[in-house]
Structures are given as C-alpha cells and as structure tokens.
C-alpha cells in the first residue's frame, strides 16, 4: 500500500490484539465505600443481600443518563487500548428494568459504531433480583423472560444472553429457563458459574450448549468433565479472584481435560475494579500456573473463541484482522514476569496504529 506506515519492531515481541473476552464495561458510579466494608469482614454476597454490591451500582446506572454513561465507558475502552487490547466483550445488567437495560445495550451498540474497538454485546438482565420484585422472583423471571428478552433480540442489541447462577442470586433452574428463553430468541448463552459456590453452573453450561462459562472458581471435576465433553469455553477471571481474596480457577485441571482456557478481566466497579489485562496475564502465570504461552492463548485465540470472534480476531493469519501489539518487552516471558507497568508500547487495530 502506498500510504503504508512502517514500524521498525527492532527484534521485540509482537502478539495478537489481547481479547478481554469478559467486563461489565457500562455502569454508574463506583464502589470504593464497599472497600472499608469488606475489610470490615463482610463478603461479596453478604453486601449484596444488604442491598449494596451490585444493587448500589443499579441505582447509580438507573439515575446515569446515557451520554454520561457513554463518556465513562469510552474513557474505559482508550485505556484499554493502550494496555494492548483490541477486542472488549460488554454486558449490560445494572438496570434490571427493561429501560435501564436497553439503555446500557445501546450505549454499547454507539461504542460499537464510533469506537475502533470491536465490542461483543451481551445482554445480563439476569445479573440479580432487583429490589422491587425481592419478594416476587416470578415476576423479574417473567419480566426477563417475557418482555426484555424480546425486546434485545428485537431490537438486535445483543449476541449473547448471560445469567449470575449463584447462591442468593439465580439457581441452576431459573439460570436453565433464562438461557433457555434467550435461545429461542437467538441469543447465545453464556453463565457466570461456579464464583462463589458451586451450585452446578458449569454443568448447566454443558448442558445448554453455552458458548462459555466465565469464573469457575470453584469449579468441580463433574463441570471440568462437561465442558470438555461439550466444547464449552472456560473463560477464567483471575483479577477478581485477586480482588475477593478467594482461590483461583483450576486453569490446569482444565487444560489438561482438554478445556479451552480464556483469561478476561471481569472490569467491573464491585469485584475488579480494573481493566489491565496485563496483570490477568501475570496472574494466569503466576496463579494458574499457565506457560507464557497458554497464558497468551487464554488473552487472544481462546478469548476470541469465548465470544465466537476466533474467525477475525484472536491471531495473527492471512484472513483476520490487522490488530496486533508491539510489546516494549523482548519476549513472551517479559511480559509474564514483569508487573504493574504497562508494557504495550504501540497498538494496531484494523492494520492502522491507535
Ligand atoms: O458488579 O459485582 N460477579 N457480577 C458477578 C459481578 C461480579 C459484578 C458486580
Ligand atoms: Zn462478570
């Protein structure tokens, strides 16, 4: 091409675009008087039953108007951009009102049109019970499943349809009947499974085909054996393990069940406050004990995989897009060893720098 650039790499790595193939990347607000509270003793579930965690960020989304919420997520996603990511997955689910929702959905779909970031939409009504149906569960399942479902896929808002399967939050039924109803929709499931207790989420994943179950803290051999047997997607969070000061996934058990293993960063204001996909990769080292090269799948083909962008994104051949990183950093060893410092030093996204 003629009006190509070139960038001298003198001899350093150059990888694929990272993938953050999970964040919860439109909300109101933060949560930083949670901090004081959790050192206080009280858990993630024990602040959300008291109508904090993500109840709190409900409130602050809810009352947000949608160009506030439009500038905060695109300051997200530049910083994301210079850390080396090039691909962002994005749910919605701090509204849990249908107008809340959509309005979450289309500031995705504006970044989706103005951002040079390729964003994957995820609609995550079911993320928890808001508090005006706390004593009707029926009634969200049914609002969910008769009126926002519909209205995402109707309005071609969203590509996947995900569900929080946990303890106090939707059991492996409700989950089932979710997803279930996405499918007919055409929504493709994904499950936050396994984070706290394992309830059978990851089972529940096999069982409805999803395309990936994201966290699996505490995920049993039964689930293990099921995505492997599926071809389901584990899509590991290793920076809110970090942030809750819990376990970390069993990212080996995985692999070697034969397990694809992705690594996102779960960006959100409760339990991952951060969207450095550099430390994930650190994390996944160090914590999983990944090679640095199944560290560096887990970021970008298996990430792509997660949300079924492997076909464009996710490596570097003929046929894909042109979204690549030139590291400051000689090799992929580096970039797992060294922490804190934001080592991508220039960004390719669509073959153009950023
Ligand atoms: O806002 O707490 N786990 N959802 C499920 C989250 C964490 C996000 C939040
Ligand atoms: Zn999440």
């Known amino acids: 091409m003629e009006d190509a650039e070139t960038v001298d790499a003198h001899g350093r790595l150059v990888t694929p675009g990272l993938v953050d193939a999970h964040t919860h990347l439109v909300f109101g607000g933060w949560r930083q008087n949670e901090l004081g509270i959790k050192l206080h003793g009280a858990s993630y579930l024990e602040i959300l039953a008291q ?11 809810r009352s947000a108007g949608e160009e506030t919420l439009y500038e905060k997520a695109k300051a997200a996603l ?10 962002v997955e994005a749910k919605s689910g701090y509204g849990l009102d249908l107008e809340t929702e959509l309005k979450q959905l289309r500031v995705i779909q504006s970044l989706q049109k103005t951002h040079p970031m390729d964003i994957a939409a995820t ?18 399942l049914r609002l969910l499943c008769e009126e926002m479902i519909p209205a995402v896929a109707e309005q071609k ?24 109803t996405g499918k007919k929709y055409g929504l493709i499931p994904k499950i936050h499974a396994d984070e706290i207790d394992a309830i059978g989420g990851s089972q529940l994943a096999a069982e409805v085909n999803a395309i990936s179950a994201e966290h699996l803290i505490v995920c049993p051999p039964e689930g293990i054996e099921a995505m492997a047997k599926q071809g389901t997607v584990a899509c590991c969070l290793p920076m ?33 406050p951060s969207l450095n996909l550099q430390f994930v990769i650190n994390l996944g080292a160090l914590k999983y004990r990944l090679t640095p090269e199944e560290a ?3 970021v970008t083909l298996n990430a792509a995989a997660s949300i079924g962008m492997a076909d464009k994104v996710g490596s570097l051949e003929p046929g894909k ?4 990183v ?4 000689p090799d992929l060893d580096y970039i797992c060893y060294r922490v804190g410092s934001n080592l991508a030093e220039t960004v390719v996204k669509k073959g153009r720098l950023v």
Not at 158 to 179: K, M, P, Q, W, Y
Request: with cysteine; hydrophobic share 40%.
């Open 240 to 272: 809110t393990s970090f942030y809750l000061g819990s376990t970390f996934a069993p990212a080996r058990d995985m692999i070697r069940a034969g397990v694809a293993v992705a690594m996102a960063s779960d960006f959100n204001p409760g339990s991952c």
């Open 321 to 324: 897009q042109g979204d690549l």
């Open 326 to 329: 030139l590291w400051n950093a």
């Open 123 to 140: 609609f995550l009504g079911a993320h928890a019970i808001p508090e005006e149906y706390r004593e009707d569960r029926e009634g969200y």
């Open 296 to 298: 560096l799948t887990a």
């Open 78 to 87: 530049d910083e994301m951009l210079r850390l080396g990511v090039t691909t």
């Open 157 to 180: 808002l969203a590509t996947f349809c995900d569900v929080f399967c946990e303890t106090g939050v939707f059991s492996v039924e409700e989950s089932r009947r979710i997803l279930e």
């Open 51 to 61: 109508g904090g965690g993500i109840l709190s960020t409900v409130k602050a989304t």
